[in-house]
């Protein structure tokens, strides 16, 4: 089941990142002690009672040196083109305002779930400040406070009456997945296209449940894949293309959809922060990673070159130490045909189930190569190891107390496993519970 999507939009200083934050919680402040990994306060996923979502925080968005009034549009269309059901964020202290008024013309457009939520309304007694604002248009509004976190239940109570009953495991079991992310023009729809130019069987092209996405059935050597296809398909135009945050919430739509991530870097550009983030995205998100350098055709190169960007890669995406990396060039193809068996081989690491007996033994024969940390005179007790899902592999350990399990040992253990079921392409997820 695909996420639903819920952006948060209004002029600024009605407190859309205090309400983004409050909703989101801790998730937004968790920091990844993986190195390399860059966060991005603009999205981020969250949940409600039973109901998962992700949230787009528009005022994260930077559109530039545009105009005050142009900017707040632009960053209602983005959030329009995104989301499933849109909070529109005033302010009970100001009333309604001109801005307010253009942004409301704008969303009334969009045809899309509109909540009107009233920030700043700190006390019942602010409550009668909210009647002006049915004028907007959206019915009736919700007094909140993003400082206090008054009136939110409320509010995302409303929220999850909007969102879409979306399934997207419209395709059998057998059918691998897979997306090309990265920054613009790095090559992702020429990928694509490449892809498609070759001479191989496409079942059928048909509409993804994603808004603007394309599903193609293709079929390579008796694989059936789904290459979900993003880029190149939303309206063109400065907005989209010259805010390097819009690429992340283009690219997270395809991950959640994905089995496979195909992380795209442009080989004559080289590594920028942008990608980093595009990819921590992927590994959190827990999905297979590929890490494909476009326009290799370009690169000067001498025998030292590919070697020397496979070192870069590595120092600079440490987080994706477990991702294959492919040279390839979507303009002279060269490589392409490798990429295929390369995707269905981290597909089935991704999906891949480990007998709890010969794991438990691996597990033994690391303590035993490396025993278990003491802290404060207590030793970490390992008594049982048992993977419980795929997609990504997860692991839970029983324990004597988790506090016990620090993440260097629980990395150890990590590579001791991937030593011994060759888990590539994939990340690993570890758990650790204390036995009762």
Not at 100 to 109: G, Q, R, S
Not at 208 to 237: E, H, L, N, P
Not at 286 to 298: E, F, L, M, S, T
Not at 385 to 398: L, S
């Amino acid at each position: 089941m695909t996420k639903p999507v819920v952006a948060i939009v209004g002029r600024p200083n009605v407190g859309k990142s205090t309400i983004f934050n409050r909703i989101v919680g801790e998730r937004v402040s968790i920091v990844e002690d993986i190195p390399g990994v860059t966060r991005d306060r603009i999205y981020s996923s969250a949940e409600w009672l039973t109901h998962e979502f992700n949230i787009i925080d528009t005022g994260g968005i930077d559109i530039g040196d545009e105009p005050f009034l142009e900017q707040i549009r632009q960053q209602a269309e983005i959030a329009i083109d995104e989301a499933d059901v849109i909070i529109f964020i005033v302010s009970g202290r100001e009333g309604v305002t001109s801005a307010d008024e253009m942004v409301a013309k704008i969303l009334y457009k969009s045809k899309k779930p509109v909540v009107l939520a009233v920030n700043k309304i700190d006390n019942p007694e602010m409550r009668d400040q909210i009647y002006d604002f049915y004028a907007l248009g959206f019915g009736e509004p919700f007094p909140i406070s993003g400082a206090h976190g008054i009136g939110l239940g409320d509010l995302l109570d409303e929220v999850a009456k909007h969102f879409p009953n979306k399934d997207d495991e419209e395709y059998d079991d057998d059918v691998i997945k897979f997306c090309f992310i990265g920054r613009p023009n790095v090559g992702k729809s020429s990928l694509f296209n490449a892809i498609l130019g070759e001479d191989r069987v496409i079942v059928s092209d048909v509409e993804g449940t994603t808004r603007d996405a394309i599903d193609t059935i293709y079929t390579y050597d008796g694989q059936t894949y789904v290459m979900i296809d993003t880029a190149g398909m939303r309206k063109k135009g400065k907005v989209y293309e010259s805010t390097e945050k819009y690429s992340v919430l283009r690219a997270l739509r395809a991950i959640e959809r994905s089995d496979v991530v195909c992380v795209v870097l442009n080989g004559e550009e080289g590594i920028r922060e942008q990608d980093k983030r595009i990819a921590g995205y992927a590994h959190e998100a827990g999905r297979a990673v590929i890490i494909v350098v476009n326009k290799w055709d370009a690169v000067e190169k001498n025998e030292k070159t590919m070697k020397e960007f496979t070192e870069k890669i590595r120092d600079h995406f440490q987080f994706l130490s477990y991702a294959p990396i492919i040279f390839v060039s979507a303009k002279t193809k060269k490589r392409l045909s490798n990429l295929f068996p390369l995707i269905q081989t981290v597909s089935e690491s991704h999906a891949m189930r480990v007998q709890s007996s010969i794991l438990n033994e691996v597990v033994t024969d690391a303590v035993a190569m490396n025993p278990t940390p003491t802290d404060k005179g207590r030793r970490l007790k390992i008594y049982y190891t048992t993977q419980v899902a795929v997609k990504p592999p997860t692991f839970v350990i029983f324990v004597n107390d988790p506090e016990l399990l620090h993440f260097s040992y629980e990395r150890f253990l990590e590579n001791r496993i991937r030593d011994a079921f060759e888990f590539t392409g994939t990340p690993i997820r570890i758990i650790a519970r204390a036995r009762k």
